[in-house]
T-cell receptor
Framework: NAGVMQNPRHLVRRRGQEARLRCSPM?????VYWYRQLPEEGLKFMVY????????ESGMPKERFSAEFPKEGPSILRIQQVVRGDSAAYFC??????????FGPGTRLTVL | DAKTTQPPSMDCAEGRAANLPCNHS???????VYWYRQIHSQGPQYIIH???NNETNEMASLIITEDRKSSTLILPHATLRDTAVYYC?????????????????FGRGTQLTVWP
């Protein structure tokens, strides 16, 4: 049973470009969570989604960031017009119900 | 918003037991204690969780005090690969979970260093 998969593992963008991060949850998991870890800091919750629904986006920056978890396919975290402060590791986690979360390996975003 | 307190760092000799403490004096009756670890910026790894009884799995043991205000994660035979930041997190049980309670609050955790 494959774990949570994230791609790409490393992503380099120039300021002003868009970044798309993908997360495929574990098989049978319908709950997805996104967390961000800035350099030398702890993980911070961003958004919690179930299939086709955003349940809690209180940790998401109000502008430029969006997330979706469509009926088919992976969850996508989209960052528009990236700035250097967006450089971080972005982790996705999934759970069967709103219970134990299992994390992916992360996507490391570098904004030049 | 972390409801837990952990020492910032601990050392342990390889092969010895590592005992990582956590204080959660404001824990509610419907909240579990979860432990995760993060090895060198990899994705956090789930270790174990419990409500009030002691728990054991292939990775570790979790000892929760009777008043549930503190707990200890025990790695019985630490290896160099156990060097990581260990996070103690409290969260509500799934049956009581509302929309804003799905998140995990990661504090600073404890940096465990296992030395040869």
């Amino acid at each position: 049973n494959a774990g949570v998969m994230q791609n790409p593992r490393h992503l380099v963008r120039r300021r002003g470009q868009e970044a798309r991060l993908r997360c495929s949850p574990m098989k049978g998991h319908s709950h997805v969570y996104w967390y961000r870890q800035l350099p030398e800091e702890g993980l911070k919750f961003m958004v919690y989604l179930q299939k086709e629904n955003i349940i809690d986006e209180s940790g998401m920056p109000k502008e430029r960031f969006s997330a979706e978890f469509p009926k088919e396919g992976p969850s996508i975290l989209r960052i528009q017009q990236v700035v250097r402060g967006d450089s971080a590791a972005y982790f996705c986690a999934s759970s069967i119900i709103a219970d134990t979360q299992y994390f992916g390996p992360g996507t490391r975003l570098t904004v030049l | 918003d972390a409801k837990t307190t952990q020492p910032p760092s601990m050392d342990c000799a390889e092969g010895r037991a590592a005992n990582l403490p956590c204080n959660h004096s404001t824990i509610s009756g419907n909240e579990y204690v979860y432990w995760y670890r993060q090895i060198h910026s990899q994705g956090p790894q789930y270790i174990i969780h419990g409500l009030k009884n002691n728990e054991t799995n292939e990775m570790a043991s979790l000892i929760i005090t009777e008043d549930r205000k503190s707990s200890t994660l025990i790695l019985p035979h630490a290896t160099l690969r156990d060097t990581a930041v260990y996070y103690c997190i409290v969260r509500v049980a799934w049956a009581d979970r509302g929309s804003t309670l799905g998140r995990l609050y990661f504090g600073r955790g404890t940096q465990l260093t296992v030395w040869p």
